[in-house]
Structure formats: structure tokens, C-alpha cells
């Protein structure tokens, strides 16, 4: 593999410690990492414009996105970007009033996008003109019940706590899916009544490689799932092919190199006041353990072993989101929908 491409933020330097998320990170960044040779190169440092921020420090990050051939769609909170790489010429910008906490932008066939709109507990469907086609909430609710279209919710710094957490949009054939981290499970939005669970722990993710269908949840581990049966198939604790002294942090961000190797995205554990998020933390913390840096990490799933491991902190990276392929690799692809038949709550004037 010639590299990857990594995508996070970096973190502002703190006047006060505990300083909330949606304050932390000045700067989204996107790396590319050449893990034989060490070589670090920046390919995109962004800050976002001032009608697309609740104030000037607001944080900055590039959330979790998707690579199709020579595209890639990256989002932050409150925008979805569009690269032609590897250039990373900026062809496509939209950022929506509705947009609050976005946490995953993928593309459909028919040429429009899915965005994971967090800070709502929605999934909306948009073109690139910035015209919104369809609404789903994630939850038994009708979208909108509990916000107001008359607000922009770009200024609106965070509306946490979310009930739901909708973080990640993937397809299985026609279906459109969301996973879900409150309800540790993963739903289908076109077609009610079908859902994936994972029961163990919060899940980030939900990329398709043929069969499989890979989840990281937030301590540590990788669900793997039959995409024919919707059942977990296999679970890896990825704390048990690392140094038991050391905190691997925030897992959240994957990719699949084949069938038994996977590159897994890891972002130091802080202090926080919103402790409901970090209960997994106190269940696997001891006396004397350290806290690992933001690092990415290739494993051997089949053999059970750490491969190898790269620092992004020294690299000015402090929290990742999405680890890619570079343009051309013959490394898995995620799955494109066909033709849906999507039952939402289209968008009306």
C-alpha cells in the first residue's frame, strides 16, 4: 500500500482544561501517511468561514467522509467539501442552515448526498445546489418535532445531548442505513423495521466490503457483521493485541485492507464533562495505566497481533475521524446503492 490518507483536526492550545469539544480544535486537517517510510504530508488544513461557525471558536474538524475512485466527500459540522485528488482541488461546497454536528457525507447513485446531521438525530438527502430532497429522523419521531426550521443550526454551537447520534450513512444494495451510537445498533431508513444491533458497546462506522459490514465501537473494538443474516459474526477486541498498560483511546474510523488486515483510527481519551459518553472508560481503566497518543494502527485480525503503529499527535494531528486508501489502490471500495426506494419525509416549502 503506497499510503493513506487520514482525516482529523488538530487541537487548539487550551487557556482552560476542560474545555468542551465543540471549542477544542482549530484547524480540520487531512493527512497523508506513507507508513513504511514515515513520510507525513498535509494535503488540506481548513478552517471554516465565519457564516458556517456558531463563533470564532468554534471547533474545526473533518468528521468521518467517503473516497469514491478519485473523489472524496469530507464533511465538518456544518459543511460537506468535495476533493478531486489527489490534487485535493475543492470542486463542490454546501452548507445548509439545517447542518448542526455532522458527523458522515457519502454520495448516492442518482448523483445527490446522504449527510449523518447529528446535532438533529436526522439523515438528509441534498444535491449539490444546496436544495434538501428528503428528511429522515433516526427515531420513531417525524423529522423536525423537535427543532425549528426558522433556526440556522450552524450557529448554534451544540445541542448535545442527542438523543440518538446518528454518525455513519452506508448501503446495502437499494437500502439506505444509518448507525446509530445511543441505540448501539445500526437501522435501515427505506425499508422500517430492519435493524442491525450491537448490543456490546456505542458504534462508529458501518463499511461494506462484500459480505462483511465493519463497526468500531468507542472502546476498543470491531464488530463484523454478515450482511446477508444482519447478525454479528465476529467480535475483536483490539485492547487484546495492544500493551495492557496503555489506554488505546477513542476507536472510531477504519478501513479494510483485504479479509484480515484493517487499519483502525484511535483519538486520545480527555477529560470531559459530558461523562455519560466516556462510562466505558471508568470499566476498563486501572491504576497506572497511560493514555496512548492519537495514532492510527494496522492489525492482523486473523493472527490477533498489532502490525504496526503511527503517531499522529507528532504529526500535529489530536483527534481522527476517516482513514482512506490513495487514489488507485487496489484496496476495498465502499458499496454505492442502486435505485431506492426511499420512503422520507420530503422536503416542503
Not at 201 to 210: A, K, N, R, S
Request: hydrophobic share 40%; proline share 5%; aromatic share 10%.
Amino acid at each position: 500500500m503506497a499510503g493513506l490518507y487520514v482525516l482529523g483536526a488538530r487541537q487548539r492550545k487550551l487557556l482552560l482544561k476542560n474545555e468542551e469539544e465543540w471549542n477544542l480544535y482549530e484547524s480540520a486537517l487531512i493527512l497523508h501517511l506513507d507508513p513504511q517510510t514515515g513520510r507525513v504530508r498535509t494535503c488540506v488544513e481548513y478552517k471554516s468561514p465565519s457564516a458556517a461557525r456558531a463563533n470564532d471558536n468554534s471547533s474545526v474538524v473533518f468528521k468521518s467522509g467517503t473516497l469514491i475512485g478519485n473523489t472524496l466527500y469530507a464533511c465538518t459540522s456544518t459543511e460537506v467539501l468535495i476533493f478531486k485528488l489527489p490534487q485535493f482541488e475543492r470542486i463542490a461546497y454546501i452548507s445548509l442552515p439545517c447542518f448542526n454536528d455532522v458527523h458522515h457525507v457519502t454520495p448516492s447513485r442518482d448523483g445527490n448526498l446522504l449527510a449523518a446531521n447529528t446535532g438533529l438525530d436526522m439523515v438528509i438527502k441534498f444535491n449539490r445546489a444546496g436544495e434538501v430532497l428528503a428528511e429522515w429522523c433516526v427515531l420513531e419521531e417525524q423529522p423536525w418535532s423537535r427543532f425549528s426550521r426558522a433556526v440556522d443550526y450552524r450557529k448554534v454551537e451544540s445541542t448535545k445531548p442527542h438523543q440518538s447520534h446518528p454518525n455513519f450513512v452506508f448501503h446495502l444494495g437499494d437500502e439506505i442505513w444509518v448507525t446509530r451510537c445511543r441505540q448501539r445498533d445500526a437501522i435501515c431508513l427505506n425499508e422500517p423495521g430492519k435493524r442491525i444491533e450491537i448490543a456490546f458497546q456505542f458504534p462508529h462506522d458501518g463499511l461494506v466490503c462484500g459480505d462483511r459490514i465493519y463497526f468500531t465501537t468507542v472502546d476498543g473494538r470491531v464488530a463484523i457483521v454478515n450482511r446477508n443474516t444482519l447478525q454479528v459474526s465476529a467480535i475483536i477486541d483490539l485492547k487484546e493485541m495492544s500493551d495492557p498498560n496503555s489506554m488505546l483511546g477513542w476507536c472510531r474510523g477504519l478501513w479494510p485492507v483485504d479479509d484480515r488486515k484493517i487499519w483502525v483510527g484511535f483519538t486520545r481519551v480527555r477529560k470531559t464533562k459530558i461523562r455519560e459518553n466516556v462510562l466505558w472508560v471508568r470499566s476498563i481503566f486501572r491504576e497506572g495505566m497511560t493514555e496512548a497518543p492519537t495514532h492510527i494502527a494496522l492489525y492482523d485480525i486473523a493472527e490477533g497481533r498489532c502490525l504496526q503503529e503511527f503517531d499522529l499527535e507528532a504529526h500535529g494531528m489530536n483527534i481522527v475521524f476517516g482513514v482512506f486508501p490513495p487514489t488507485g489502490s487496489n484496496s476495498w471500495t465502499p458499496e454505492l446503492p442502486g435505485p431506492a426506494n426511499e420512503r422520507a419525509v420530503l422536503r416542503k416549502e
